[in-house]
């Protein structure tokens, strides 16, 4: 695509343009691979447990997911606000997502091989993908093949932009006017600031060399920029930070380091030899795009190997910069899974949300044993410790239904609309639990008020029962977390025990009526506490089954 003879004004026009139409290729593109492999990118950060290497391995393989080091980023301080990643394993992920983000850059270098004619095809081919298929996975690759030849008319478009603005001297001059290091290294980290993408700026830094545009009059200048360029992009976890707790900060402090001190690193020895650029890198690779990208890669992967031995003291660094505050810490379900930094990307935020409701069946279970022992024990003391444990379910139900309402609200996959169905009923029945719980107090008040006494068989027979629904919620959390539908045939085996012991229980009390030996005012109270602790195993039954929805 040829331009010549564009004024100054149509030139920058064409840049916003081109610029434009490549974000919105890299935005449809990020969405589109997430969609595609939205449980493999939870598997990916439930991993991140795991070593160092590892969490440098997932950072950077998500950030080549979602196109954005800046999201992962912002996604790691969620999960460190959240209390389900630790601040040595974020400081992993954050350097992998450094490396990952290079992924762009490299894409962009391969607009160097003219490859217009074939993005415009892969647009072609990727629209009647989604035009004549119904099937929703084949329609969301039709997006992705389409957006990677939206990515390619962009590029294009920016190319003919910059043949614009070498035609014009004056551009040409200021460009090459500005020689001072750390000026340059100010003007990459301002502009990634504004844009708030890292791999934006580098895109249109490539692109320049491309047409001949030199930045900073030549020598080591575009490099000063790219190290700009890096610190620049960490305004954006930045910016997230703001009302996140200590540790969350402090990731957001670790990925600023990151970059800082790499760049202070290599600031010497860019500054000191002159001649990096033009001697070493045009020697190797003899174009100007595959030097500033091999720079661009080599930048990242070098400071994560410089850092990777020293993470722990790095980490201890952020402690002492933002030392801990004077609130008292809570665990991840209490500080709450449902961060709005994840809705960056839902398949995540989907993912958290399946904690979040294990986290509140377990409170709603805690209830429900604290009622039971209440009941066992006659003391209406616990009474309140049940109000309360029911009251925390209500209220995270209900935030548990917004974050659901406002996360299927994105666009995504059929796998996610389903796991966001099947968390709305799960959601239901852990209520139903709570509520359960406060039947069971009320019994219990009852019992006490009317001087209602049982004996020591009913009440092992009561406990035993319990015990079986306490088994019976452990499986299902395991089913419900990790999806795992074989240890359903278990869940069944243990619902029929329930239920047969809720059978046998009621007929020992019939006989025990017809003996003489229970008195008829204790019979409605003890049918009634059976047949609510017997239908929360139905309950936890329906959630465990759930599972099979989304097969």
């Given at each position: ?34 969609k ?10 439930n ?8 969490g ?21 301080v ?9 601040l040595?394993q ?11 983000t ?26 009647v ?5 119904k ?7 039709g ?5 990677l ?18 035609e ?5 001059h ?22 708030q ?20 009059g ?6 000063f ?16 930070s703001?009302?996140?707790n200590?540790n ?11 970059n ?7 600031l ?13 890198l ?31 003291y ?5 402690e ?23 809705m ?8 958290q ?15 429900l ?6 009941f ?8 309140q ?32 609309e ?18 359960i ?29 319990m ?9 299902v ?12 045939s ?26 003489g ?16 602790m ?9 959630m ?8």
């Amino acid at each position: 695509m040829e331009f010549s003879g564009l004024t100054g004004s149509m030139s920058v026009m064409l840049l916003l343009i081109g610029l434009g139409v490549f974000l919105l290729g890299f935005k449809f593109l990020g969405d589109s691979i997430e969609k595609l492999s939205a449980s493999k990118l939870r598997a990916l950060f439930n991993k991140a447990a795991g070593n160092r290497f590892a969490g440098v391995g997932i950072g950077a393989l998500a950030t080549a997911i979602v196109q954005s080091s800046s999201v992962t980023t912002v996604m790691v301080v969620g999960f460190v606000n959240a209390g389900v990643m630790t601040l040595m394993q974020a400081a992993a992920v954050i350097m992998g997502a450094n490396i990952g983000t290079t992924i762009t850059g490299w894409l962009v270098w391969l607009n160097q091989f003219n490859v217009m004619t074939y993005a415009m095809l892969l647009t072609l081919v990727g629209l009647v993908m989604t035009m004549i298929s119904k099937n929703n996975s084949i329609n969301t690759a039709g997006t992705l093949v389409a957006s990677l030849g939206l990515v390619f008319v962009g590029l294009e478009i920016m190319s003919g932009s910059m043949a614009g603005f070498a035609e014009q001297e004056s551009v040409v001059h200021a460009l090459q006017a500005v020689k001072n290091p750390l000026l340059l290294l100010l003007i990459g980290t301002g502009i990634t600031a504004v844009v708030q993408s890292s791999s934006a700026v580098t895109s249109v830094l490539i692109v320049m060399a491309q047409e001949g545009l030199v930045v900073g009059g030549g020598g080591n200048g575009i490099l000063f920029v790219i190290m700009g360029t890096n610190i620049g992009t960490c305004i954006t976890a930045v910016l997230s930070s703001f009302g996140a707790n200590t540790n969350a900060k402090r990731a957001c402090l670790y990925h600023l380091l990151f970059n800082v001190i790499g760049t202070l690193i290599f600031l010497p020895f860019v500054w000191g030899f002159d001649g990096i650029y033009e001697d070493v890198l045009m020697r190797w690779f003899r174009q100007p795009s595959t030097c500033i990208t091999f720079f661009h890669t080599s930048f990242n992967v070098i400071c994560t190997l410089i850092y990777l031995p020293f993470v722990k003291y790095l980490v201890r660094l952020t402690e002492l910069v933002i030392p801990d505050g004077k609130r008292h810490k809570k665990n991840a379900g209490e500080e709450g899974f449902m961060d709005k930094r994840l809705m960056l990307t839902p398949s995540l935020a989907i993912g958290q949300l399946v904690k979040q409701t294990v986290y509140t069946a377990e409170i709603a279970m805690q209830g429900l044993n604290t009622a039971v022992k209440s009941f066992v024990e006659r003391d209406g003391g616990m009474a309140q410790e049940v109000k309360k444990d029911v009251a925390k379910v209500n209220d995270l139900s209900k935030q548990i239904t917004d974050y659901l309402l406002e996360v299927s609200a994105k666009d995504i996959s059929l796998s996610d609309e389903k796991l966001v169905s099947k968390l709305h009923n799960d959601n239901i029945d852990i209520v139903r639990i709570a509520d359960i719980s406060d039947n069971i107090s009320g019994y219990t008040m009852k019992s006490i008020e009317k001087t209602i006494m049982f004996s020591e068989t009913v009440k092992r027979d009561i406990l035993r029962l319990m015990d079986l629904l306490n088994v019976q919620h452990r499986l299902v959390a395991h089913i419900v977390s990790e999806n795992d539908i074989e240890k359903l045939s278990e869940s069944d085996r243990i619902e029929r025990e329930i239920d047969g012991t809720k059978k046998r229980l009621l007929e020992e009390h019939m006989q025990r009526m017809v003996r003489g030996e229970c008195f008829a005012e204790n019979n409605s109270l003890f049918v009634s506490l059976i047949s609510n602790m017997e239908r929360v195993g139905d309950h936890l039954s329906i959630m465990a089954h759930s599972v099979e929805e989304l097969v």
